[in-house]
């Protein structure tokens, strides 16, 4: 089984210079999401095998994320109530493919 490849069939809303990106999508949260707990664990996919995949929060430091299972997994922790938006970007084929933001909200 090659790894970071998702079910093809799934729908991918992300944007890389305003041409639909085909390889990388953020899985959870879901596009205006609400979490409840105090640690989360982003889920995002690559239809392509990539070597790499960073996840960033409201704009800030693009942060590692581990591959298992077929996805690439961020553990966020420490957090507080608000409003967020998280990007994802991969490399893929030795290009840099990024998300578009994803909306979502924290309730603690």
């Known amino acids: 089984m090659a790894t970071g490849l998702v079910n093809k069939t799934r729908k991918n809303n992300c ?7 085909k ?12 979490v409840f707990c105090g640690h989360y664990c982003f889920r995002l ?18 942060q590692n994320c581990r591959q298992a299972n077929g996805y690439w997994w961020f553990d966020w922790w420490n957090f507080n109530t608000g409003n967020f938006y998280l990007e994802a970007k991969a490399y893929v084929d030795g290009k840099e493919e990024q998300t578009a933001k994803r909306k979502f909200k924290v309730t603690l």
């Open 45 to 62: 996919g690559s239809r392509k095998p990539c070597s790499a995949m960073q996840v960033s929060i409201n704009g800030g430091e693009w």
């Open 15 to 21: 944007k890389n210079n305003n041409e639909t990106c």
């Open 23 to 34: 390889n990388i999508c953020i899985d959870y949260p879901q596009n205006n999401e609400t």
